[in-house]
């Protein structure tokens, strides 16, 4: 599956190059950040949630932590660190579970027509007029916090964004001569597929997909941050932006640092959408959800 | 004439009735299984600390002691009654306590999408009327970086600035004009970007149409091509967005609602989730969507009035 998508891509980027500059911005941030995770334990200045009661509230710039400390004395480079895996595996798993679900039943419904087709669009619609953060909400109160509990929630109820965009696509594709020539010559349903659609499909996904991985960033951050996302105590950026609220009078840098870094983040997954789109010329329709 | 249209109201009004019903049906069953799912329902209704009698009481109260299917098959009929059930914490009917917070979410939300109109719709246009100038790439940078702030994160900055700048906490709490300010300019900084882009796209798409190039042929200045011609086309591509405006719009309102002490549905939910009060919880869920539904609905019947070509292609799902 992975062979095709990359085909497809590369393809695509041959063709022109617009959009150069929010790639290479986008890409280079979202490079710096992956190269980051796991290399955090070298480049941190302390361990994350040591508590130095005598360090309380130390402003950026003090010797040892250049970002200064929150109302526990814990080190915030060290933390926002430890949040970047955290949010950026939460966001990408959550990404991939919605992206894994959405293509493969909308391949399925462009595919097979029939009642499978209206199964499949009945119920992503419904689960498209949910109130995607309520529910989200509510899930997470029953679930309870925790990795997976989010990964999961999330992507549960994002996939009809990628199965509407992979259904559309597909039967478009699947409705062109050269399917029905392949069809004639007796290849099978999977290698049109594999050979036809996916390479086709794929430029699209990607694009769509680093937009929704700055929406699943930010509605990990936003359910961490409300205490229902991420275990309380794990430094996580919602986490963080949740401790900082007490403190805005005194210690504004506990609410810039990791704000900063969701920004950066969601920025980076912005730019290489953007980018991406412009240089595929695919009409990005940005279908988003949280 | 008027009996088509009729007819194609009636079937308009019958496939949303039928559409809200699916939807209710849907969230209240992955509610009732995901309760039971995530362990003995009993025990998240009464509390982890509750003792064997108490969860025996919740048991015959709620008749969990009955198979699954009868305890579903009662439980939508209850609901068919419109009965929530009662809140664990105030013990009064669930769908009381979350109508009793609408009105305040109503407002905020009312509030914040009329500031984010007022801002998007005047810098949609500016930015999609002429070709770009180092202002208008400028401008479209600052919203394109503004788009991936979260609104969460808009609304603790401006707390933030005010109370640092400014010298004065802002107020809490749903009051009088003084606590409208904060959360409205929160949502609108969140939803304004996202729309003015959608604008401006349109906007500027709508000015390459054969129809603006009539309109200017046949005499119209630049200000009557841009408020009389584009414009308004370019509103109702953006109208057709609004639904996930919409989802948008809820999901900001709970997170600034609970930012600003705002007591509305969105605040209700998280102190719900807090003290693990289902009923409510469940309550919330129902209430927001169908509201977010009919606000959809609405918008889909007042694109089919205003857009003369989705009349002419007859009924549209």
Known sequence: ?290 | MSRTVALRWTRFAAVHLRDLLILLLGLTTLLFFLLRLAGDPAVVIAGADASAEQLAEVRAAYGLDRPAWQQYASYVARLARFDLGESLISARPALHAVLEVLPATLTLAGLGMAATLAIAVPLGAWLGAHWPTPARRATASLLFFLQGVPGFVIALVLVQWLAIRLGMLPALGFGGPSTWLLPMLSLAGFLAPRLARVIATNVAQAMSEDYIRTARASGAGPREVLFGHALPNALLGATALAGTQLAFLVSGVVVIEFIFAWPGVGWLLIESTRTLDFPVVQAVALVVGTLVFTLNTVVDALLLKLDPRLSAAGSQV
Request: glycine fraction near 12%.
């Open chain 1, 1 to 290: 599956m992975s062979v095709p998508l990359v085909r497809g891509l590369r393809r695509g980027l041959g063709r022109r190059l617009r959009g150069g500059l929010e790639l290479s911005l986008g890409l280079g941030l979202a490079g710096l950040m992956a190269v980051l995770i796991p290399l955090r334990d070298q480049v941190r200045s302390a361990e994350p949630s040591r508590i130095d009661l005598h360090d309380r509230f130390a402003p950026p710039g003090t010797a040892g932590h250049w970002l200064g400390t929150d109302h526990l004395g814990r080190d915030l480079w060290s933390r926002v660190l430890e949040g970047l895996g955290w949010s950026l595996g939460c966001a990408l798993a959550a990404t991939a579970t919605a992206l894994a679900i959405g293509s493969l039943l909308g391949l399925l419904a462009a595919e097979r027509p029939g009642a499978l087709r209206t199964v499949v669009r009945q119920t992503s619609s419904l689960v498209m007029a949910f109130p995607g953060l309520v529910v989200a909400i509510c899930v997470m109160a029953v679930l309870g916090q925790g990795f997976w509990p989010l990964v999961l929630t999330l992507g549960l109820l994002t996939w009809p964004v990628f199965a509407r965009v992979v259904f559309a696509e597909a039967s478009g594709i699947l409705a062109r001569d050269y399917v029905l020539a392949a069809r004639l010559t007796g290849a099978s349903a999977v290698s049109i597929l594999r050979g036809h659609v996916l390479p086709a499909v794929g430029p699209t996904l990607f694009v769509v997909g680093a937009f929704h991985f700055g929406e699943m960033l930010i509605a990990e951050s936003a359910l961490s941050f409300l205490g229902i996302g991420a275990p309380v105590g794990v430094a996580t950026w919602g986490n963080m932006l949740a401790d900082s609220r007490q403190y805005l009078f005194n210690a504004p840098w506990m609410l810039a640092v990791p704000a900063g870094a969701i920004v950066l983040a969601v920025l980076a997954a912005n730019l290489t959408g953007d980018g991406l789109g412009m240089r595929l010329r695919i009409p990005v329709r940005r279908e988003a959800l949280q």
